[in-house]
C-alpha cells in the first residue's frame, strides 16, 4: 500500500465516528482499501498497525506512587498536626510528638489507598478490550488478539463474542448485541445492515457495533472503523482521565475550618511572645509559652475523629447494602441535593412483566410484579376467568418462546427465600410468567403442543413463528408473535368459539395498542393457523400467505419497585431532587417517572437528540428544571451532572455501565450497580450497590446526614476545650502569672483521653427521627453555625474562669502548686463531661435523646473519670503528668461549675428551640436542623 492510501486511511480513522452509520457501505471499503471477500493482506495490516498503533486504549500518564503519598500531606489539617508533633518534640515530649505524627501518618496511608483504588478505572477499561477476534487475512479465516486490528479488518462475529472493535456491519443473521454496558438500554438491540440518517443516537445506530458490547444471538460480518483510543470506549477513557474529581462538601469546609484555626494559632502564640516579652520574662519561657499555647489550641484528634466516625458510617451502610469505596463520600451524601439515576434494575425490578392482555375486544389487567408465577387475572377491578381466545393469546406466549424461566433458592430449606429469573430473553420471561401464573402449565402444554418446526425472529420480518402438533387433533398448528405492524395485515379473522361475539376489526386492535404504547408499554402481538399433519415445516412464504386468526395482544413494561416509590418520596420529603437519565426509550421513561413518584405533576421529559441541539449556555437550565432523560448518550450524562454542578448542586449519579463511568467520576457521589455494574463502572464510583436497589441510595443518604450531624456535634464539642486551653495560657502571660495553670504534657492528657473516651463516642449517635424531613444543607454553609459560635464561646468561658478562678483559688487557700494544676485540669475533663451531654442532641435535651440509648458514650464517660481518678490519686501519674491529689471540696467546686454550665446550654437550647419551632411542628420546618 503506497503513502497515499496510508495518509487517506489516517483522515479517515480521525473522522468522527458520528459519521460512519450513514456513510455507505461501498465508500468505506473502497476507502479503507479493504475486501469483503478476503479481507487485508498481511502486510498491510502490519503497515497499519506500525502506523497508527495498536488496538488498545493509550494508558494515561500516572502520578508516581511517591508524589500520590507525599500529597496526602498538602492539607491545611496536617500541617496543623504537624505543627503540634514539631512543638511537642522541641517541649521535649517526644512519646507525645510521636503520637501525633502516628495519626497524620495513618491518614496518609488510608488516603493513598484510597487514591490508587480509584484510578484503577481506566485500567479496567483497558483490560475490556482484551481479547481474540476472528477476522479476513489473505482470504483466511484468522483467530488473533483483538490488539492487533486495525482499521479495514473484516472481522467475523457470532453468539457470545466481544466486539473488539468499532465495527461498519456488512451483513447480518439474526444479530443481536448487548450494548447495555455502553448505551444503557437494557434490552439486546436487533443489527441490521442499512444507511442511517446523520443525526440518528448512538443507541439507534443499528448498523453500527461497538467495542466491548456482547453478542448474544445469531451472526454478523463488520468492517473495522476505529480502534483504540477513536473507538467509543476510547472516548470514555479519555472523559474519564479528565472527569474533575471534586472535593466532597465536608472536605472544603474542613480545609476552610483548618485555615482560619491555622491563623488564629498563629495569632495567639505572637500575642502571647510579645506581652511576655513586654513584661520582661525570659525569652526561652515566653517562647515555650506560646510552644503550649500552639499544642492546646491545635484538635489533634480532629483528623482521627472524621476518619472514625465516618469509618461507623461506612460500616451502617454496609449493613443497608451500600459499600462506601471512598470514605468522604459517605458525608457527601448526607449534602446531596440532586441524585440522577439510571432506571432499569435501580428504579424498577429490572424483570419485564405482562400488565395487560387484550383480546376479542376485552382488556384483563395482570397482577404480580416480575419472574415469579403469581398472580391473577382482573376485569373491571375483579378477579376473573380467561375466555377462550385470552387462553390461546397466552398459549401463542408460551410456546412460540425460546426462553425459560429457572427458580432459585439460597436456602434450600425456606421457601420464602425463592426467586425467579429468566434465562434468554427478558420478554419472551414476560409472556411465560404470565401464562403461568393465569393458569398453564408448561410442561403439558409443551406435551400437548411439540414443537415441530421454528422461523426465528429477524429485524426484516419482526415476528417469530413456531410450528407444532396438537395431540389431540389431526392437526398442526403455527404461533406467531411479533409487532402489530407485521402481524395485523396477515390475519383476516378472529379466534372465537362463538364467531358473533367479536368481529375481527383491525381499527379498534390498533386503537387498543396505541394507547397502551401511550402508558409507556411493549406491545406484542399474536397469531395462529392451523395446517394439516402432514405439515412439517413452516417457511417465511408460509407466514407471508396469510389466512391467520388474531388472538390478541400482551402489554409489558419492567414495573417500577414499591421500595423505590417509597424511597423516591423520601428523598423528596428531604429536599433533594430524583431526576431519570437512562437510555431507554421516552415513553417508556416517563411512565415508569410517574409511577415512581419523581414529580407531583407529569415529568418533564427530553431526548438526547433533543439535548444535543441546546447551546451549551441553554444546558444547565434545562438540567435543572428537567426530570426525565430518554436515550441520552455518554458524553450528554458527563455534561449534565456538569451543567448541575454549575448550578451549585451536590450531585450523585448512578451507573452501571461502561459508558457511565465519566459521569460517576464527575459527580460528586459516583453509585454503581454491585449485581448488574462492570468493573469500570464500579471502579470510578464512591459507593456501590449491592442489591443495584434506589432504595439503598435513599438509606445511604439518611447515614450521610446522621454522620455528618454526629461530626458537627464532635466539632461543636472538642473547640472549647481546645479554645479554653489557649486562653488560660494566653491570660496567664497577659497578668504576668508566675506558673502556668496548665502544662503542656497536662493538655495533652486533657486532649488525648478525652477526645478518645468522650468526643469519639458521638460518632455513635443515631439520627434523629426527623432526618430525612429537611432540606440539605447548603454546600457554602460553614461548618459552625452563628448559634454553635455562640455555643462555643460560652463553653470557652467556662473553662477559661472556672479552670483559671479555681487555680488560683486553690493557690490562695494553700493548695501546692501541683494540686492546684490537678483541679485546673480536672475543671476542663468534668466540664467537658457535661457539654458531650448538651452536644448529643444541638436542639433537644438529652433526655429526648433517651439516657440509654448511646451506651458507648455511657462507657466512655465511666473510663474517664476512672482514668482521671487515676491521673489525679496514683503516684505514678502524679509524677508523670505533674499532679497531686485534691479534696472532696475541690472535686465539689469543680462539678457544681460542670452543672451550671450543662443547665445553661440546655437553656439556651430551650428558648432557641420555643422560639424556631413554638408555632410550626418540628417536621414541617425543614430549613432547621434537628440534630
Known amino acids: 500500500m503506497n503513502d497515499n492510501k496510508n495518509k487517506e486511511i489516517l483522515i479517515m480513522n480521525n473522522l468522527s465516528n458520528e459519521k460512519w452509520h450513514h456513510l455507505p457501505l461501498e465508500k468505506i471499503i473502497e476507502e479503507y482499501a479493504t475486501n469483503l471477500d478476503v479481507g487485508l493482506k498481511q502486510k498491510d495490516a502490519d503497515d497499519r498497525i506500525n502506523k497508527f498503533g495498536a488496538n488498545e486504549i493509550t494508558a494515561q500518564k500516572k502520578q508516581s506512587l511517591a508524589i500520590i503519598f507525599l500529597s496526602q500531606f498538602h492539607q491545611p489539617l496536617v500541617y496543623i498536626l504537624i505543627l503540634s508533633g514539631t512543638a511537642s518534640a522541641i517541649l521535649g515530649k517526644w512519646t507525645d510528638a510521636l503520637v501525633i505524627f502516628l495519626v497524620v501518618l495513618i491518614n496518609a496511608i488510608i488516603g493513598f489507598i484510597q487514591e490508587i483504588k480509584a484510578t484503577k478505572a481506566i485500567e479496567s477499561l483497558a483490560k475490556s478490550l482484551s481479547s481474540e477476534a476472528s477476522v479476513l487475512r489473505d482470504g483466511e479465516k484468522r483467530r488473533i488478539s483483538s490488539t492487533l486490528l486495525v482499521s479495514g479488518d473484516i472481522v467475523l462475529l457470532s453468539s457470545g463474542d466481544k466486539v473488539p472493535a468499532d465495527l461498519r456491519l456488512i451483513s447480518a443473521k439474526n444479530l443481536q448485541v448487548n450494548e447495555s454496558a455502553l448505551t444503557g438500554e437494557s434490552l439486546p438491540v436487533q443489527k441490521q445492515n442499512v444507511i442511517l440518517d446523520e443525526d440518528v443516537l448512538l443507541a439507534d445506530r443499528t448498523n453500527m457495533l461497538y467495542a466491548s458490547s456482547l453478542v448474544t444471538y445469531g451472526q454478523g460480518t463488520g468492517v473495522v472503523i476505529a480502534t483504540g483510543d477513536k473507538t467509543e470506549m476510547g472516548k470514555i477513557s479519555k472523559s474519564i482521565a479528565t472527569a474533575e474529581s471534586h472535593d466532597t462538601p465536608l472536605t472544603k469546609k474542613i480545609a476552610k475550618f483548618s485555615n482560619l484555626l491555622l491563623y488564629i494559632i498563629i495569632a495567639f502564640a505572637l500575642i502571647t511572645f510579645i506581652v511576655g516579652i513586654i513584661h520582661g520574662q525570659n525569652i526561652v519561657d515566653v517562647f515555650m509559652a506560646a510552644v503550649a499555647l500552639s499544642v492546646a489550641a491545635i484538635p489533634e484528634a480532629l483528623p482521627a475523629a472524621v476518619t472514625i466516625t465516618l469509618a461507623i458510617g461506612v460500616n451502617r451502610m454496609a449493613k443497608r447494602r451500600a459499600i462506601i469505596r471512598k470514605l468522604p463520600a459517605v458525608e457527601t451524601l448526607g449534602s446531596t441535593t440532586v441524585i440522577c439515576s439510571d432506571k432499569t434494575g435501580t428504579l424498577t425490578e429490572n424483570q419485564m412483566t405482562v400488565q395487560f392482555i387484550w383480546s376479542s375486544g376485552i382488556e384483563y389487567k395482570v397482577t404480580g410484579v416480575g419472574y415469579a408465577p403469581i398472580g391473577s387475572a382482573l376485569l373491571n377491578g375483579n378477579t376473573s376467568p380467561l375466555h377462550h381466545e385470552a387462553i390461546e393469546c397466552l398459549r401463542a406466549g408460551l410456546l412460540c418462546n425460546d426462553s425459560k424461566i429457572v427458580k432459585e433458592n439460597d436456602n434450600k430449606n425456606d421457601n420464602k427465600n425463592e426467586t425467579y429469573q429468566v434465562e434468554g430473553d427478558p420478554t419472551e420471561g414476560a409472556l411465560i410468567t404470565a401464562s403461568l401464573k393465569l393458569g398453564l402449565e408448561e410442561k403439558r402444554e409443551l406435551e400437548k403442543y411439540p414443537r415441530i418446526d421454528s422461523v426465528p425472529f429477524e429485524s426484516e420480518n419482526q415476528y417469530m413463528a413456531t410450528l407444532h402438533r396438537i395431540k389431540d387433533k389431526q392437526s398442526n398448528v403455527v404461533y406467531l408473535k411479533g409487532s402489530l405492524s407485521a402481524l395485523l395485515p396477515i390475519c ?440
Open 492 to 931: 383476516d379473522r378472529a379466534l372465537s368459539d362463538n364467531p358473533k361475539s367479536f368481529d375481527f376489526n383491525p381499527e379498534a386492535i390498533k386503537i387498543a395498542s396505541q394507547n397502551m404504547a401511550k402508558q409507556g408499554l411493549r406491545v406484542l402481538a399474536f397469531a395462529r393457523k392451523e395446517y394439516p399433519l402432514d405439515k412439517l415445516t413452516i417457511s417465511i412464504p408460509d407466514i407471508e400467505s396469510g389466512g391467520f386468526s388474531f388472538l390478541g395482544l400482551q402489554a409489558m413494561i419492567d414495573p417500577p419497585r414499591e421500595e423505590a416509590k417509597k424511597a423516591v418520596r423520601a428523598c423528596r420529603s428531604a429536599g433533594i431532587q430524583v431526576k431519570m437519565i437512562t437510555g431507554d426509550q421516552l415513553l417508556t421513561a416517563s411512565k415508569i417517572a410517574q409511577e415512581v413518584g419523581l414529580s407531583d405533576t407529569t415529568p418533564i421529559a427530553i431526548t438526547g437528540k433533543e439535548l444535543a441541539k441546546l447551546k451549551d449556555d441553554e444546558f444547565p437550565e434545562v438540567a435543572e428544571k428537567t426530570t426525565v432523560f430518554a436515550r441520552v448518550t455518554p458524553e450528554q450524562k458527563l455534561k449534565l451532572v456538569k451543567a448541575l454542578q454549575q448550578r451549585k448542586h451536590i450531585v450523585a449519579m448512578t451507573g452501571d455501565g461502561v459508558n457511565d463511568a465519566p459521569a460517576l467520576k464527575q459527580a460528586n457521589i459516583g453509585v454503581a450497580m454491585g449485581i448488574t455494574g462492570t468493573e469500570v463502572s464500579k471502579e470510578a464510583a464512591d459507593m456501590v450497590l449491592t442489591d443495584d436497589n434506589f432504595a439503598s441510595i435513599e438509606a445511604a443518604v439518611e447515614e450521610g446526614r446522621c454522620v455528618f450531624d454526629n461530626l458537627i456535634k464532635f466539632i461543636s464539642w472538642t473547640i472549647p476545650t481546645n479554645l479554653g486551653q489557649g486562653l488560660v495560657v494566653l491570660l496567664a502571660i497577659i497578668f504576668n502569672v508566675a506558673s502556668l495553670p496548665l502544662l503542656p504534657v497536662q493538655i495533652l492528657w486533657i486532649n488525648t483521653t478525652s477526645a478518645i473516651l468522650l468526643g469519639l463516642t458521638l460518632a455513635f449517635e443515631s439520627k434523629s427521627a426527623n432526618i430525612m424531613q429537611r432540606h440539605p444543607r447548603k454546600p457554602d454553609t460553614p461548618i459552625l453555625t452563628n448559634e454553635l459560635i455562640f455555643r462555643i464561646v460560652i463553653i470557652s468561658l467556662f473553662l477559661v474562669t472556672g479552670s483559671f478562678g479555681l487555680y488560683k483559688f486553690e493557690l490562695y487557700y494553700g493548695a501546692s502548686l501541683e494540686a492546684a494544676r490537678t483541679v485546673a485540669v480536672n475543671v476542663f475533663i468534668v466540664v467537658q463531661t457535661a457539654y458531650l451531654l448538651n452536644c448529643r442532641s444541638l436542639t433537644r435535651s438529652m433526655l429526648a435523646m433517651g439516657v440509654l440509648s448511646n451506651r458507648w458514650l455511657l462507657g466512655g464517660v465511666s473510663l474517664m473519670f476512672i482514668f482521671q481518678f487515676a491521673f489525679v490519686y496514683l503516684p505514678i501519674m502524679n509524677k508523670l503528668f505533674h499532679t497531686a491529689p485534691v479534696s472532696l471540696a475541690s472535686w465539689g467546686r469543680v462539678i457544681l461549675l460542670a452543672l451550671v454550665s450543662y443547665l445553661f446550654i440546655e437553656l439556651e437550647k430551650w428558648i432557641r428551640y420555643q422560639r424556631q419551632y413554638k408555632l410550626v411542628p418540628l417536621h414541617e420546618n425543614k430549613n432547621k436542623y434537628e440534630i
